[in-house]
């Protein structure tokens, strides 16, 4: 049993084909007490078969890996997950980050920057678990998430209704939209169930912006909401029942 007050280290996976960039990882590693190293993995495709198989707070993934490179293997990845990548190249920066990575290590790297990207990830994990106990209390009423080393918190009350984009999510608001790498799945069960319904599989709405239903004479439905362009969106057929249960129709 863990001592009162002391939390268990964060699981660590590593996915890296070169054995001295593997030991200095476990080094590095092995001199964070907050750390623990629970896997590895030197090719992609094994790698990818072990998260997927297995719960890690934090990857540290090379992407250029055999087999599945290491975006390949976080573009496959059901579920998000802390990524730190490791290469000799920086010319995967952008892409790396736009997947939702915490940071990006440059080979070589030293211990300090290595610091870094870990103090980064735990801040990250931290605000996580700060929001779930937050939902779990119904005191939350923004919606937070982390996109290209920014973080941001947006207020339900602003947001219009969310779209899923291949595996980003574009959450609407009435003054700019914002694109993350979270899934909308994932989203959703976060959100305040009394505010928020999907409505179709690439929809989520906010329920108090729902201005009417219409019903196309092709059968299908569509809702309308109340802002400047009164934006039409599709409702799914296995949706509609419930949306018009909870509008009261």
Do not use: C, W
Request: proline share 4%.
């Amino acid at each position: 049993m863990d001592p009162v007050g002391k939390k268990p280290p964060l699981s660590v996976f590593i996915a890296e084909d070169e054995y001295p960039a593997r030991e200095l990882l476990v080094r590095y590693i092995m001199a964070r007490p907050e750390l623990r190293l629970a896997g590895m993995a030197e090719d992609g495709d094994q790698a990818f078969q072990i998260i997927q198989e297995s719960n890690f707070d934090i990857l540290f993934m090379d992407i250029d890996l055999p087999g599945r490179s290491g975006i390949q293997v976080l573009e496959s990845l059901n579920r998000p997950t802390y990524v730190i990548f490791t290469t000799a190249d920086s010319k995967f920066a952008v892409q790396a980050f736009d997947l939702g990575a915490v940071d990006y290590l440059l080979k070589p790297f030293t211990s300090e920057r290595f610091d870094l990207a870990v103090d980064r990830a735990l801040k990250f994990k931290h605000s996580e678990n700060t929001e779930k106990t937050n939902v779990s209390e119904n005191t939350e009423q923004f919606l937070s998430f982390s996109e290209n080393s920014v973080r941001y918190r947006i207020e339900y009350k602003d947001i219009l209704y969310f779209t899923s984009n291949n595996k980003r999510t574009i959450i609407h608001t009435f003054r700019k939209d914002y694109e993350t790498s979270k899934l909308l799945k994932d989203i959703l069960e976060t959100l305040p169930v009394q505010k928020f319904l999907r409505i179709h599989k690439q929809h989520v709405v906010n329920l108090q912006f729902v201005s009417h239903i219409h019903y196309t004479a092709g059968g299908a439905y569509l809702v309308y909401l109340k802002d400047e362009e009164e934006t039409p969106l599709p409702v799914g057929r296995t949706f509609a029942s419930e949306l018009r249960k909870r509008l009261g129709l």
